[in-house]
């Protein structure tokens, strides 16, 4: 296997919103001054600036009628006007028009083309859709109408595999391996377990980029009891840090959540390195205790299951030690620079603050290809977001069965 590695620009340091790499200047597409230098925190309002926040309606909801009920969804994107939805509990892809009317199903339970038998993920490319199949380690091609185009096989070395995004001829994947990577007794402790990221040609599926970056950090611990049975796991560290990336048109984009710095690589897995000076903020005392008591009634809550080992429920066990865990889990004194990033459908990179566990809003900020700022959007800290357009914000949900929802609100001023 041929790997391209690039060395990344060493930055220079501005005193700036912006830090910027000096190789970035070659490029008339690479990061350039905004104009905003006494400005010290990315996520606050500009003079002037597109500031927008969602409707307080969904205009679009999928789920709600029995015609046309959802499973378990993988995954969900803007697609042309309308939507694109990847149901692993049915095994296709729903394409719906901007009215939630379906246009088109593809796929099937199965092995042939076209099929599917785990479908975890879903993605634009170029005029149509890609999606990722990790039962069969393949990505389907698909055309602007949802048709069968073409597959590409895909044999990753890790656990758990998911497709972040496609650009150009590539895909990005995240590779990550969960739990707890000691034997016997032992803990607790802090672990972060890597999590790679890989970008794979289309055509043939070549690794033409692999890299690294520390995951989520974990209080973890393992232990056995009398009889020999172990139990282990972990529960993220309060206000920790973990590895996100996006993917958009062109580019993807790598980071960790602990300062705004990104990397960001082209088709061939050259990459180019950009910060912002983001000033983190102190951790108060109440949103520490917030965050414990949170943690507590959520587990607490967890209703027991049928799985029994050693003569005790699987699921009483595991709450009953990660109740244990919780007694010394450890919180940082600062929160993360930024919580999240996402390659919108309108072409901007996106990336979204940390909110504290008593904000009831977070702030999203659109930046270009060129690094420059376009939009800031405020919505409703709770909504996991799944795409962004230039008017809409797409939305997984759970309806008051708890069944799957997706959403659309509109973006307004």
């Not at 970008?199 to 232990?223: C, N, Y």
């Not at 603050?353 to 270009?368: A, I, K, N, R, T």
Request: include cysteine.
């Amino acid at each position: 296997m041929d790997i391209l590695r690039r060395p990344l620009p060493r930055p220079m340091v501005a005193v700036s919103c912006l830090v910027l790499c000096a190789a970035c200047l070659d490029d008339a597409s690479d990061p350039g001054g905004t104009g905003h230098g006494g400005t010290a925190d990315l996520f606050s309002a500009w003079p002037g600036d597109e500031s927008f926040r969602i409707a307080a309606e969904a205009s679009l909801v999928v789920g709600l009628d029995e015609s046309l009920p959802l499973g378990r969804v993988s995954g969900a994107v803007f697609f042309g006007d309308g939507i694109a939805i990847a149901d692993v509990q049915s095994h296709e892809v729903l394409i719906l028009d901007a009215a939630g009317r379906l246009l088109a199903r593809q796929g099937r339970k199965g092995d042939g083309p076209g099929e599917y038998k785990g479908l975890a993920g879903i993605a634009r490319h170029a005029d149509g859709l890609i999606t990722w199949d990790a039962h069969h380690s393949r990505v389907t091609r698909l055309d602007a109408s949802g048709g069968y185009v073409g597959e590409t096989g895909f044999r990753p070395r890790g656990k758990t595999v998911r497709i972040v995004g496609a650009f150009g001829n590539s895909v990005l994947f995240r590779i990550s391996v969960r739990g707890f990577p000691a034997d016997g007794a032992d803990g607790p402790m802090e672990i972060r377990q890597p999590v790679e990221y890989e970008i794979v040609r289309l055509s043939d599926g070549e690794v033409v980029f692999e890299g690294t970056r520390p995951g989520e950090e974990q209080w973890a611990g393992s232990e056995v009891d009398d009889a020999g049975g172990r139990t282990h796991g972990g529960l993220p560290v309060i206000f920790g840090r973990t590895a996100v990336a996006a993917v958009t048109d062109r580019y993807a984009y790598l980071a960790t959540t602990d300062s705004i710095t990104i990397t960001r690589h082209d088709e061939t897995g050259t990459a180019v390195e950009v910060s912002f000076e983001q000033p983190l903020e102190s951790a108060e005392a109440a949103w520490v205790q917030f965050a414990r008591d949170s943690t507590r009634a959520h587990l607490e809550s967890k209703e027991p299951g049928q799985l029994v080992l050693g003569g005790k429920n699987f699921v009483v066990l595991i709450t009953e030690f990660r109740l244990r865990l919780l007694e010394d889990l450890p919180a940082h004194p600062t929160l993360p620079g930024f919580s999240a990033l996402k390659g919108g459908a309108d072409g901007l990179l996106w990336i979204r603050e940390y909110p504290d566990p008593l904000q009831d809003q977070v702030v999203w900020v659109g930046f270009s290809e060129a690094w420059e700022r376009q939009k800031r959007i405020s919505m409703p800290a709770s909504l996991n977001v799944l795409d962004i357009s230039e008017d809409r914000v797409l939305v997984q949900a759970k309806g008051a069965f708890d069944d799957t929802l997706i959403k659309v609100y509109p973006i307004e001023r």
